[in-house]
C-alpha cells in the first residue's frame, strides 16, 4: 500500500508539476502537427495577468485559464508551436518582452498607437470597450456625470487613460490599483464611487459579485477597443505565425466557438 500511494504521489505530482506550465490540452497532438521537428520544439513563453476574468484567471487547479487561454492554445495547436504561461503582474508585463522572460503576451491587451511604439501587436482576436460600473441609483453613467466623484481603475489601463485625459492625470478623484479585481473591490467596499474597465470583465464582476448592487453603462463616446497579442518590437517570424493562426482559426470557426463558450452566442 505504502509503495503504492509513493507511486500515486509521484504521479500527482508529475501532474501538478505539467499543470503549472498549463501546457495547453493539445499539446501532445501540436508535436504531431509540427511534424518532424518534435523534439528540438520550441516552447514560447506566454505572459498573462492572469487577475482578469474571463479573459484570464487562474482556477481551483491553479492553472492559468480562460478565453485568452483557450484562443491562445488554439493559435499554437494551428500552428504547430507549444506554449507555456507565465501569471505576470500587469505592472511592468510589456517589459517581458524586452527582459526575454515572455516571448508574447496575451492578456486582454488593448491594442493602441502609444503601445504599438515600444512593441508589435497581432491582428485584433477581440472587439471591447470601457465599461463604468456603479451602486445602483446614482445613475454614473457616462464620464462626465463621473466628474467630481471617485473612480477606480486598474493602474496602466485604457480605462486608466480614459479617466486620466478626463479628470486630469493627478486629480486624486482616480483611484489606481494593481490589479482589476482589487478596483472592483473597492466599489463593492463603498471606497469610490465607481470603476472603469474592460467590458467583459466588469459584467462577469457584477453578474458574480454584485448582483443588485450595481449597475453597468458605457459612454456612448468610449471608443471601441481591439485586443491583439504582442510580441518583441522586430519580432515578425513570431508575428507572422501568429497572425497566421488567428487567420486560420477565424476562417475555421474556432475563434467563434472560444467566443460562444465564455460569453454566449453572439448578439
Ligand atoms: N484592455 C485594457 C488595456 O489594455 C486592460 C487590460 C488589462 N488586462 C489584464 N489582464 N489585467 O489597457
Not at 463603498?190 to 448582483?211: Q, S
Amino acid at each position: 500500500f505504502a509503495a503504492t500511494a509513493m507511486i500515486a504521489g509521484l504521479g500527482l505530482l508529475a501532474v501538478g508539476c505539467g499543470s503549472s506550465s498549463n501546457a495547453p490540452s493539445g499539446t501532445a497532438d501540436n508535436s504531431k502537427n509540427a511534424g518532424s521537428s518534435a523534439q528540438t520544439e520550441k516552447v514560447y513563453n506566454v505572459g498573462s495577468d492572469a487577475s482578469y476574468a474571463p479573459f484570464e484567471y487562474v482556477n481551483d487547479k491553479k492553472q492559468v485559464v480562460g478565453f485568452d487561454v483557450d484562443v491562445m492554445n488554439a493559435i499554437a495547436k494551428a500552428e504547430g508551436f507549444k506554449v507555456k504561461y507565465n501569471n505576470t503582474a500587469w505592472d511592468g508585463i510589456f517589459l517581458t518582452l524586452d527582459q526575454n522572460t515572455n516571448d508574447m503576451l496575451i492578456s486582454a491587451i488593448t491594442i493602441t498607437d502609444q503601445r504599438k511604439q515600444k512593441m508589435d501587436f497581432s491582428d485584433p482576436y477581440f472587439e471591447a470597450t470601457q465599461m463604468i460600473a456603479y451602486k445602483k441609483g446614482t445613475n454614473l453613467t457616462t464620464l462626465n456625470a463621473l466628474k467630481g466623484h471617485t473612480v477606480a481603475v486598474q493602474n496602466g489601463t485604457t480605462g486608466d487613460d480614459i479617466v486620466s485625459k478626463a479628470f486630469g492625470k493627478a486629480n486624486s478623484d482616480i483611484k489606481r490599483f494593481d490589479a482589476m479585481p482589487l478596483a472592483l473591490q473597492e466599489l463593492a467596499n463603498g471606497g469610490v464611487d465607481a470603476a472603469v474597465g474592460d467590458n467583459g470583465v466588469v459584467v462577469n464582476y457584477v453578474k458574480n459579485n454584485g448582483a443588485g448592487k450595481f449597475d453597468t453603462a458605457v459612454d456612448p463616446n468610449f471608443p471601441k477597443e481591439n485586443y491583439g497579442i504582442a510580441v518583441k518590437k522586430g519580432n515578425t517570424a513570431l508575428l507572422n505565425k501568429i497572425n497566421d493562426g488567428i487567420k486560420k482559426i477565424k476562417s475555421d470557426g474556432e475563434l467563434d466557438k472560444i467566443y460562444e463558450k465564455w460569453f454566449g452566442k453572439k448578439k
